[in-house]
């Protein structure tokens, strides 16, 4: 694990980006983000964008899932069965689907990057996180949102579930 405040290597343009290691819903998820990014509290999300931006939110939802019947890497391998693009970090063992959708949101049309990452945390319990990183579709080309999303990417892949919470 990198330690709050660590330099990540990013290899779109080749440049070191400073990043945090945040830990939210109770101490249960923790992962990187963007050291400029502030924290917004939503209902049952937490939200993270620069201040200001006009392109470029992020938001995380976590759910649990209590295995009664069946063991927690089979109902894990059942939700990601028929999800897009799956992959498992090394690492961490997470399950990765990541996905795109066209959306619009108060007349903006807006395109949305999707992260769904999950595992086993306990001998009965399985998290998953749903991130996504919403841009307005004009800036969904240009460099610095290829570069985020590349960011993203790596650092929610890492994402660490921590079982004794």
Excluded at 10 to 39: C, N, Y
Excluded at 67 to 84: H, I, K, M, S, Y
Aim: with cysteine; charged share 25%; aromatic share 10%.
């Amino acid at each position: 694990m990198l330690p709050r405040n660590s330099l990540l290597y990013s290899p779109v343009e080749a440049e070191q980006m400073r990043v945090d290691r945040i830990t939210i819903f109770d101490g249960r998820l923790s992962f990187l983000i963007p050291h400029e990014w502030k924290q917004y509290d939503e209902d049952e999300n937490y939200l993270y964008c620069v201040p200001n931006t006009e392109s470029g939110w992020f938001r995380v939802t976590l759910a649990e899932t209590q295995c009664f019947r069946e063991l927690p890497a089979e109902v894990l391998r059942g939700d990601f069965a028929n999800r897009q693009n799956v992959t498992q970090d090394t690492e961490t063992g997470n399950l990765v689907s990541a996905f795109e959708h066209d959306s619009e949101e108060e007349g903006q049309r807006i395109h949305v990057y999707y992260w769904v990452v999950a595992n086993v945390v306990q001998t009965d319990l399985v998290r998953t996180a749903i991130f996504s990183y919403a841009v307005l579709t004009d800036c969904m080309l240009d460099g610095e949102t290829k570069e985020m999303v590349s960011l993203i990417t790596q650092n929610v892949t890492k994402s660490d579930f921590d079982p004794r919470s």
